[in-house]
């Protein structure tokens, strides 16, 4: 049983070193784009209405988030869970969306924790045919919009000129996909194991 525990967290613990290593790279992503970013406090629209698939690695790291909240507001957490199952369960369509329960006043109560997906909300990514994949706010006013051409799909080297940026508009490879492969797994040694929306993790486990 000794011997189960050491394996689960070690493997936490060399995920967290993947988080960190990603982490990096993503910081200075966001950090050569910055002209075209406009992310801010407040601004939770990529938290909502949505699925957000989770991996179980990556939901072990957001229960420790959980579990580390303060009583009440781990309270709210587990009415908004409790409140998305009930929605869940009399939902007809093919793909159930949901405000993440863990957003509260629009801004993530479990933020070191989050998974993946939520690290990269904001970056354009990058298509097999070099073309850059715009976030869903771009088309709403947010990122990249001040140089996306939305009527041409395509970045306005005018608009780039104006801003006057060092660093051109880049797409990246950050496809969930990639960044959950197994081999990354395996490089950093621990499994990112089943992957299933966030909401069902809730559901199966019948924690709520
Ligand atoms: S975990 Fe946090 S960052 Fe991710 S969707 Fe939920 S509220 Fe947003
Ligand atoms: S990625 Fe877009 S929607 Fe999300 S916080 Fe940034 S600007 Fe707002």
Redesign the pocket.
Known sequence: MAAFFIKKLTMLENYIKYLNFLDGKLSKFFTEQKPY????EG?????KHAQFPYTSIEMTYLLTGLLNLDRETRNIVTQNVVKILEEESSFEGEKFRYDCPFLIQDSCSVYQYRGILCRT???PAQANDGALLM????Y?G??YSNVFDIDKNKVSEVKVKAVNSEFEPCGFNISYEYLTNPDIGREFNFSFGERKPLIYWFKQKGKY
């Open positions: 970013i406009f992310c801010k601004c939770s629209r990529c938290c909300f904001g970056l976030p869903f706010c771009c709403e947010l990122n």
